[in-house]
Structure formats: structure tokens, C-alpha cells
């Protein structure tokens, strides 16, 4: 066990992957206040579907076809699903035909890689490089917040600079090292009061963060 920063106790495993963890207060923190502002903001935005009780077919996300518009808008997620086809989707993903119990019940996220290679032959645009898993892990978080993290360009990015090596193009390899990224964090993101699914979205929201910065970087 180790001590990076102050808090913030990593294993050898988790130094194999991750090269650059601080504490949340220091001057380089994985975490910013601004991550947990947005992430709250975005909670709180999204209160009546990412708390929903019911069977995922009945959150109004899927079963509402204005919700699921706005969703779309919200998270820039249109461009990834082929033009005239996103209320057919929305219907699909709830109908008996889509297995969205057994997606989301697969923590490991190997379902939703299955069902990425087989809905973007009817339903993508192949515009964007995640293709429909951009889409898929955002709903999957809606339905299971505390299971799924999204995963877009920008969080993957952010997770390569942490793990300092590229890759985490299958949604199932994303989540196994958001997974471990949590654990190696677990002091510095045990805020008390806060529920475990919105402390991995605050996550995300500093994944998502950091690859932008980084595209910016890069660019100029």
C-alpha cells in the first residue's frame, strides 16, 4: 500500500494502471469541485429517471418519447443514431425483442459490446467512433447509475491518460478499469452523504473532463 498526495492509499495492482492519482484537494486532483458541481447539476436535472424504481422498460426515458428526445439533445448523442430512426430505437430498446434486463443486469458491460456490434448495422450512423455505445452507456447509466458509467471520446480519453496507456474501445474494458479507477479512489471519494452512484458520476464527469482538456491539448 501506498500514499500519493494526502489520502489517497493505492496498491501495486492498481499502480500497474494507474500512473497519476492525487487527492481530491491537491493541486493536480483527479477530481475537481467543479466535477462535483456538475455532476449534482446533472443529478439533478435527471432526478425522475436515474431513481426510477421500475422495470427499465417503464422509465420514462424509454416509455416517453419526449423524455427520450431530450435526452438525446441533452447528452449530444443524435449524431451517433441514424436520421428518422431514434423513436424507433427508443421502442425497440423497450420491446420484448431487446434483452434489457439481461444488458443491464451484466455488470461487466460484455452484454452491451454484443448488442453495440449488433444495433449499429440498424440503427447507427457509424459517424462517431464509439458508434452506438455512447448511446447504450448512457442509458444503461440512467437505468443502473451505480453499475454503468457512460462512456463517450472524452471519458475514454481521460481514462488513458489515468491508466497511461490506450485502448478501452469495448465498453466492457472501459468499465473494468472505471471499476478498479473507484477502488484505487475509495478514500478520496468517500464523501459522506453522497450515494455510491452519484460518487461514479462524479467520476465520470472527471474522466470526461480531463479528455477534453486533453483533445484542446492536442489541437493546439
Request: hydrophobic share 40%.
Amino acid at each position: 500500500m501506498l500514499l500519493l498526495g494526502r489520502g489517497c492509499r493505492i496498491t501495486q495492482g492498481a499502480l500497474a494502471h494507474f500512473k497519476t492519482l492525487d487527492h481530491l484537494r491537491g493541486s493536480e486532483a483527479l477530481v475537481l469541485v467543479t466535477d462535483l458541481e456538475l455532476a449534482g447539476t446533472v443529478w439533478s436535472d435527471w432526478r425522475d429517471v436515474l431513481e426510477f424504481s421500475g422495470p427499465g422498460s417503464e422509465n420514462p426515458l424509454l416509455s416517453d418519447p419526449q423524455c427520450f428526445s431530450r435526452f438525446l439533445r441533452a447528452f449530444r448523442l443524435a449524431r451517433s443514431i441514424r436520421a428518422g430512426v431514434s423513436d424507433e430505437f427508443r421502442q425497440f430498446l423497450k420491446s420484448p425483442a431487446f434483452p434489457l434486463e439481461e444488458v443491464t443486469a451484466d455488470m461487466t458491460g460484455k452484454s452491451l459490446d454484443v448488442q453495440d456490434d449488433l444495433l449499429r448495422r440498424r440503427f447507427g450512423t457509424m459517424a462517431s467512433g464509439s458508434r452506438l455505445k455512447s448511446v447504450l452507456s448512457k442509458i444503461a447509466w440512467v437505468l443502473r447509475p451505480a453499475s454503468f458509467p457512460p462512456y463517450d471520446s472524452q471519458s475514454r480519453r481521460g481514462m488513458e491518460h489515468i491508466a497511461g496507456q490506450r485502448g478501452f474501445e469495448r465498453y466492457s474494458d472501459y468499465i473494468a478499469a472505471f471499476n478498479e479507477l473507484e477502488v484505487s479512489l475509495h478514500d478520496s471519494l468517500d464523501l459522506n452523504g453522497i450515494p455510491r452512484a452519484l460518487k461514479r458520476s462524479i467520476l465520470s464527469t472527471a474522466l470526461a473532463r480531463i479528455g477534453r482538456r486533453l483533445k484542446y491539448t492536442y489541437s493546439s
